[in-house]
């Protein structure tokens, strides 16, 4: 892991499409080491590949189980039925409790030598009570660092007799489906008794079906007692499909949910063994509209469009109840996800994590033992104004205001995938982007296809040209904001002017840049609490403009308050590196321009107009100087850039000029 890579999201407008899913990791583990426990082959279809499945193909290799991959996500494992052929091996199984629990327990009875380790997270999450339960069957299990936590050191041992035994189900619901799955190893009559309530139930309903298409029924007191009938062999059950992750749905379904929809994810649907898939219900609860066929999910926004907070027990849906937590950002009221104190121990605290990172986009956040709150951030609730977002106005310091900042993952995938959905609200940063791997890797690519961002048409060209006047007129005609963001070089320019920075003092500068206080309103420009009068317009704060344009670190400290520009409904912004630079993935780029002459003429005009004093030769002149400097600069030269449209307008009016734009949006528009 790389905590030093990010992923830049732009604002995101709306979401729409459809998802194949990737196979579901708690099946694909489980059914990669029932087929290993079974004997014959078995054909395994649509496994995910991911870092948790690897782990346990890789695991599962060392013991000396052959896996043959036969393309196409199928593989072919031949099983040993339950007597690993390696008798003495070293585990590295990473942080993926899915591989961790049940080999500990299938090794543990099966009469050989091994240590299993993984990364210092999983050192971390508890094993003690699965240790415990299986010393209770006379399994010979050392701690090889601290009591309760892998790493672990497994030795041959003479099992006990005992009928019966005891397992925790309050913990961690691995614990029981690792003995579960262990327990034909035996080839014996033996009964668990869970004690305390058990949590995640759904996870053991996986279990139980994926042992009944290996051919064993498992007989249960409710969620009390599970037996193991003596005789109890696995048999490979020739094909198996793996269903789609119902956990990865989620993210899909929160976003049709909060970017209008519909977006469809295929591969789980009514059918499914999953209980994730109950996410779905959870989400109707919030407003979504929900529709579901034997395999595929579809969610769309609310009929009012606006979701509501909910109050739930989540012990059904730990995983997915983590999506709700961020949908909760665009919900009117207060959220409470109650009796999940099972997310403190997985890949990282995850009632903390997501407690710290929700503050960071603007959330009222209270965090207990086993729950968590969450207020929204609804615009309307807050009167968030224009060009301030509701993060900004209830969190200062967020990371969103502060591009150097972002989300933290804390290597765990499904914090990373949560807050994809935050970029409804804002633009964000997700650092760490790859810890997807773990379940999901491509999973920031079908995000991409199933959002659109906030359209953004970038206009840029040459001074004098009809950028400003263009863009606005396109701006109002499609009820865009309007950036112009040569004014934020002139202000600058202006505010250095002021307070006596030479223009070529970059350090100094740089800083005032990102100091500056700019405030649109309409027509009117303020900077540090004052109108900004006309000379803005000037030919002298022009130049001096440029100047300052051509400093690096100017340009830098400029780039995040430009992006702050790009809202919904959409933005249309003019200046020389819009496209290039600032909106690379722009809907729309225009190079506009005309003949120096022409626009030193129409300049001539236009300050003529505003009853500013000129000379066209003046213009003309400097308008060349000024093309030269904004051409040949290293930092983001103006030039016409081969994704963008040429527009001279050097023979068009100005009303020719902006139906050319118009058309040119309406071809590319989502
Ligand atoms: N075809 C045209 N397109 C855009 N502007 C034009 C056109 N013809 C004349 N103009 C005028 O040119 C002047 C300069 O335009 P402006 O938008 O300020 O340019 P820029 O933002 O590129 O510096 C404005 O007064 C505008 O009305
Ligand atoms: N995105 C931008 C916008 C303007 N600039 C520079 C280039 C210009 O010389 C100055 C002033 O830009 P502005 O667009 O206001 O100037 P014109 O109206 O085109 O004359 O700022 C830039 O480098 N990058």
């Known amino acids: 892991m790389n905590p030093s890579e990010f992923i830049n999201l732009?604002?995101?407008?709306?979401?729409?499409?459809?998802?194949?899913?990737?196979?579901?990791?708690s099946i694909s583990n489980r059914v990669l080491l029932l087929a290993a426990l079974s004997g014959g082959t078995t054909i395994v279809r649509d496994l995910l590949r991911s870092d948790d499945t690897d782990r346990m193909l890789e695991g599962l290799q060392t013991l000396g189980v052959t896996v043959e991959s036969l393309g196409n996500n199928a593989y072919k494992v031949t099983g040993c039925g339950g007597d690993f052929p390696v008798k003495n091996a070293e585990l590295f199984l990473g942080n993926a409790g899915t591989a961790f629990r049940p080999l500990t327990a299938a090794l543990a009875l099966s009469g050989g030598s091994y240590t299993l380790s993984g990364v210092a997270r999983m050192h971390e999450r508890p094993i003690g009570d699965l240790v415990d339960a299986l010393r209770g069957l006379g399994a010979d299990i050392a701690y090889l660092a601290n009591d309760g936590f892998p790493p672990l050191q497994i030795k041959p041992a003479t099992l006990s007799g005992a009928a019966s035994v005891s397992v925790r189900g309050d913990v961690s619901s691995q614990f029981l489906t690792a003995l579960l799955m262990a327990l034909p190893l035996l080839g014996r009559t033996v009964t668990v008794e869970v004690i305390g309530e058990l949590i995640s139930k759904p996870y053991i309903e996986i279990t139980l079906a994926m042992m009944a298409r290996f051919g064993i029924v498992v007989l249960r007191d409710g969620w009390k007692s599970f037996t193991v009938a003596a005789g109890s062999r696995y048999v490979a059950p020739g094909e198996i499909y793996v269903e789609g992750d119902a956990s990865s749905a989620s993210y899909f379904l929160a976003a049709g949910a909060i970017g209008g929809g519909p977006v469809r994810v295929e591969g789980v649907g009514r059918g499914s063994i999953q209980g994730d898939v109950r996410f779905a219900g959870e989400l109707a609860k919030m407003g979504a509209q929900i529709e579901m066929g034997d395999n595929w999910i579809e969610a769309r926004a609310p009929v009012n469009g606006k979701l509501q907070a909910i109050d739930l027990d989540c012990n059904h849906i730990p995983d997915a109840a983590m999506t709700l937590a961020v949908a909760a950002l665009f919900?009117?009221?207060?959220?409470?996800?109650?009796?999940?104190?099972s997310w403190r121990v997985k890949e990282t605290d995850r009632i903390h994590a997501m407690a710290t990172e929700l503050r960071k986009v603007g959330a009222l956040v209270e965090e207990g033992a086993d729950y968590i709150r969450i207020t929204g951030l609804s615009s309307e609730e807050l009167g968030v104004s224009e060009n301030r977002s509701a993060a900004s106005i209830l969190n200062p310091q967020s990371s969103i205001l502060n591009p150097a900042a972002g989300i933290d993952t804390y290597d765990d995938h499904r914090m990373a995938m949560c807050f994809s959905l935050a970029a409804f609200g804002n633009a964000i940063r997700i650092n760490d982007p790859r810890c997807v791997a773990k379940t999901f890797p491509d999973y920031?690519?079908?995000?991409?296809?199933?959002?659109?961002?906030?359209p953004v048409i970038a206009i840029d060209g040459p001074s004098a040209s009809g950028k400003g006047t263009v863009a606005q007129r396109v701006a109002n005609e499609l009820g865009f904001h309007y950036l112009d963001s040569g004014a934020l070089y002139r202000l600058l320019a202006t505010a250095a002017m002021r307070?006596?920075?030479?223009?070529?003092?970059?350090?100094?500068?740089?800083?005032?840049?990102?100091r500056m206080d700019i405030v649109f309103k309409g027509e009117q420009i303020w900077l540090d609490g004052a109108p900004v009068g006309d000379e803005l317009r000037g030919e002298a704060c022009a130049a001096g403009a440029s100047k300052v344009a051509a400093l690096h670190q100017v340009r830098a400290a400029l780039l995040a308050k430009q992006r702050d520009f790009r809202k919904a409904p959409g933005l249309v912004t003019d200046g020389r590196d819009m496209g290039s630079v600032v909106f690379p993935d722009a809907t729309l780029k225009i190079f506009l321009t005309a003949s120096a002459q022409i626009r030193a003429e129409r300049r001539y005009k236009q300050l003529k107009e505003k009853g500013m004093d000129a000379k066209i030769a003046d213009l003309l002149q400097d308008i060349r100087a000024r093309d030269e400097r904004d051409t040949q600069r290293s930092a983001a030269p103006l030039q016409q850039y081969?994704?963008?449209?040429?527009?001279?307008?050097?023979?068009?009016?100005?009303?020719?000029a902006v139906k050319f734009v118009l058309n040119g949006y309406q071809c590319k528009a989502p």
């Open 10 to 25: 732009p604002p995101l407008l709306s979401a729409r499409g459809s998802v194949r899913l990737p196979g579901s990791k």
């Open 331 to 341: 919900a009117n009221g207060t959220t409470t996800l109650r009796n999940i104190a």
């Open 444 to 454: 920031f690519t079908e995000f991409a296809k199933v959002t659109q961002s906030v």
């Open 499 to 514: 307070d006596g920075v030479a223009l070529d003092d970059e350090v100094a500068l740089a800083g005032l840049a990102s």
């Open 642 to 656: 081969p994704d963008a449209s040429l527009l001279d307008t050097t023979t068009l009016d100005v009303d020719q």
